[in-house]
């Protein structure tokens, strides 16, 4: 919500919003002209005279605010509603979705955009490069995080559609798989020119069988039109090929091999669109990621702290592996699981990734837009990876100081919930040294 009040701030409309607590987030708005009020009230509606009201999916129709405006006849949009509607202006819509690496995929593209000469606006879920989720390039193109949550990336009408990949998640609100691979379906069907999806993911090939829209595929699969293969003896060094004929090398930044992907999903949206050469090449080569994306925070000693995104297994397992493949030795992980209903019905999967980490320490589960659940805790998910390696157990606040970053070669602190106090405690120490 912060990012689509940067964009309505810098259209010169005025923005006013409500939030549970101070935070950069809530400094940045109010210097960029936006009230903000802490807390959720109908008196901050009324008192800012609003013409109409914006709401995530994560307010609910008890909302005292959302009641007031649905009462008060104020016109009410939902926050996917409403980008729909900044974004009609703009000539070429791409929106990124996948159930794993949009935000990381978005930076890129709008990186390798910026780098090819061109122009663009970004919108999505992150921080880019300390200029928030909301970045104002200029032109006629916008590259935007499309998030199947709630459906809402249905909403977007993009012209350009890239599906990353799809896999369970978000039963809260998706019955099943196939529930997903509809909404899916309809989200490349609704692409105008073009829809770019992963050839390594059989469900989304699945797909492609159906669209009448012009396809492009990436991956490492030899019947990809973008192709990536690894190079042996370089870490971090990838081929990358467009219709089996090489395109060029690169040596990236970013490490694990699921940001190779990444870059081959970029090099096919610039290839379909036009916009593929030597400075956006360049671009990618040098991208070297997002925060909270297998972000190296600082050291302890000899022990690399990492902040990581990572909420659902596929993504422990991608940084996991990835965090291997750079020879960190032991990784001990402090893991915050992100609602209830996802650590409930992907419990075994949870606890088959999390257990390729040496240790691990389980959180309290972050509820985020869910009431607690009782058939389900954090200690549950600390037992049923033990009965894999034996090394998780449950760290409830009042025993964050128990880490000991030295034991490790890797400390991460990760899942989509809050470990910023734990961050704030390891860097507060006086042997914590700033990457």
């Not at 964009?7 to 923005?15: A, Q």
């Not at 590259?143 to 998640?169: K, M, P, R, T, W």
């Not at 909270?292 to 000693?301: K, L, S, V, Y």
């Not at 033990?386 to 030295?406: F, Q, T, V």
Request: contains cysteine.
């Amino acid at each position: 919500m912060s990012a689509i009040a940067k964009m309505l701030l810098s259209r010169g409309i005025s923005v006013g919003g409500s939030d549970i607590s101070e935070s950069d987030v809530t400094d940045e708005l109010r210097s960029l002209g936006a009230r903000v009020f802490l807390g959720h009230s109908e008196e901050n509606i009324r008192d800012f005279g609003a013409d109409a009201c914006a709401y995530s999916l994560s307010v609910g129709e008890d909302n005292p605010e959302y009641r007031y405006a649905k009462g008060a006849g104020i016109p009410t949009l939902s926050r996917a509603s409403l980008i729909k509607v900044l974004c009609e202006g703009y000539g070429t819509r791409i929106g990124i979705s996948g159930t794993h690496g949009k935000s990381t995929v978005s930076a890129m593209l709008y990186s390798a955009l910026l780098g090819a000469g061109g122009s663009a606006d970004l919108l999505f879920g992150a921080d880019y490069f300390g200029r928030g989720a909301f970045v104002r390039g200029g032109g006629e193109l916008a590259v935007l995080e499309a998030c199947e949550y709630g459906n809402s990336f249905l909403e977007l009408e993009c012209d350009i559609a890239v599906l990353l990949n799809v896999e369970l998640d978000h039963t809260d609100f998706f019955s099943c798989i196939d529930d997903i691979l509809g909404s899916f379906f309809k989200f490349a069907s609704s692409a105008t020119r073009l829809a770019v999806l992963c050839y390594d993911d059989g469900r989304l090939m699945r797909i492609k069988e159906r669209l009448t829209v012009r396809c492009i595929t990436f991956g490492k699969g030899e019947g990809a039109d973008v192709r990536y293969i690894k190079r042996q003896g370089t870490p971090r060094a990838y081929s990358f090929y467009i219709n089996n004929e090489w395109l060029c090398d690169l040596t990236l930044l970013v490490m694990g091999e699921h940001n190779a992907s990444n870059i081959a999903a970029v090099i096919a949206v610039l290839f379909g669109i036009g916009r593929l050469n030597t400075g956006s090449l360049t671009a990618l080569e040098r991208f070297s990621g997002i925060g909270r994306r297998i972000e190296c925070i600082g050291h302890i000693g000899s022990t690399g702290i990492f902040y990581d995104y990572a909420h659902h297994p596929t993504e422990i397992r991608a940084t996991l592996s990835a965090l291997r493949s750079e020879g960190f030795g032991k990784i001990g992980v402090v893991f915050s699981p992100h609602t209830y209903s996802r650590t409930r019905s992907l419990l075994s999967d949870f606890a088959e990734a999390l257990a390729l980490a040496d240790e691990i320490f389980i959180t309290d589960i972050y509820a985020a837009r869910e009431e607690k659940a009782e058939d389900i805790a954090a200690e549950t998910l600390a037992l049923a990876i033990r009965k894999i390696s034996g090394n998780a157990k449950y760290l409830p606040a009042d025993r964050y100081c128990e880490i000991e970053p030295a034991r490790y070669g890797a400390l991460v602190l990760m899942g989509a919930g809050d470990l910023w106090e734990i961050r704030q405690m390891l860097c507060h120490r006086a042997d914590f040294l700033n990457e």
